[in-house]
């Protein structure tokens, strides 16, 4: 019962500009994901752990 589902999951034809448009938008989405949350969040994290160490030496 598995075999014809995978047979028919593997038979579609898929051009090969199709999958290059979706790894470059995949590619795309990483990178936005970590330019628009990643670098944020590090970037606070760091500068609230400098402050509260420059706190703490008082």
């Known amino acids: 019962m598995a075999f014809p589902v995978l047979n028919l999951l593997l038979d579609v034809a ?3 500009e199709a ?3 979706s ?3 995949m590619i795309g ?3 936005a994901a ?3 949350i990643v670098v944020p969040a590090a970037s ?3 500068w609230v752990s400098q402050k ?3 706190e ?3």
């Open 19 to 21: 999958a290059t448009n």
């Open 34 to 36: 970590a330019a628009f």
């Open 29 to 31: 989405s990483f990178l």
């Open 23 to 25: 790894a470059i938008g």
């Open 14 to 16: 898929v051009s090969s």
């Open 44 to 46: 606070f994290l760091i």
């Open 52 to 54: 509260d160490a420059l």
């Open 56 to 58: 703490r030496k008082r």
